[in-house]
């Protein structure tokens, strides 16, 4: 069924005009948002029409509208806020490094090689490097990538988002990308195609969600995330010290 169906058509704008009614804390908190922020927000994931929820505060599980409703969040700050809201370890840890140590002193401290150190033991890696957000790690990954292969070009798939200048929707190169000339873009699931795209002249990294989540939340098949984790290896499009 689709938005053309009269009956759907009026369902929808019914729970708009509920969503609006609602809501008028985050609507006019919106307006005043977006003759500051581009687009009202501080990342364009954040929006929804007609205009996003503004939350007032978290705890645990859940999370507090400015319009009084509570809800129970289910994004987890897309896997980053997995020990919920406010927990209260988290919090005494965080204020007794600002009280003893700073927000930021502008160097190096002892802290943060403990902090990276639990990190590499846990997973079994070398060496970690910190970053702000998605969109700086998976730059600092791909530079990487380019500069151990010496090629320039990347597979990415239809759907597919890794931060905000590497979208990849409908199956096009987003118009904001960065090295827009060296994207291959290949169709999600699709192994044979894919493994055909991994092995074309350049190409130095695949990047890849297991499951998409822009994209429509497509799961990849085991088949898909095998057959790439072994073309790319075959291909040696990044280092794997253990097995040269």
Not at 208 to 221: F, N, V
Request: glycine share 10%.
């Amino acid at each position: 069924m689709s938005l053309e169906s009269p009956s759907l058509r009026a369902a929808l704008d019914a729970a708009v005009e509920n969503f609006v009614t609602r809501n008028p804390i985050s609507k006019a908190l919106h307006e005043k948002a977006v003759k500051t922020f581009p687009g009202g927000n501080t990342r364009t994931v954040l929006h929804t029409d007609p205009f996003p929820l503004c939350m007032k505060s978290g705890k645990g599980y859940q999370v507090f509208s400015e319009d009084g409703d509570t809800y129970t969040d289910l994004t987890a700050e897309f896997t980053a806020g997995l020990y919920g809201h406010s927990n209260p370890d988290i919090l005494a840890i965080l204020q007794h490094v600002i009280q003893n140590v700073g927000l930021n002193v502008g160097a190096t401290t002892a802290q943060e090689q403990l902090f990276a150190r639990e990190l590499c033991d846990r997973f079994d890696i070398e060496r970690v490097r910190l970053t702000n957000s998605g969109t700086e790690a998976n730059l600092h990954a791909l530079a990487a990538a380019k500069l151990y292969t010496g090629k320039s070009k990347v597979v990415a798939f239809d759907g597919g988002y890794h931060g905000a200048v590497l979208g990849f929707k409908d199956g096009k190169v987003a118009a904001n990308n960065v090295d827009k000339a060296d994207w291959i873009v290949a169709k999600y699931n699709d192994v044979e195609g894919t493994i055909k795209a991994i092995k074309s002249e350049g190409v130095a990294a695949v990047i890849l969600e297991a499951m998409q989540g822009s994209g429509g939340c497509i799961c990849g098949t085991k088949e898909f995330l095998t057959g790439v984790e072994k073309a790319a290896k075959e291909a040696r499009l990044f280092p794997n010290p253990r097995n040269q």
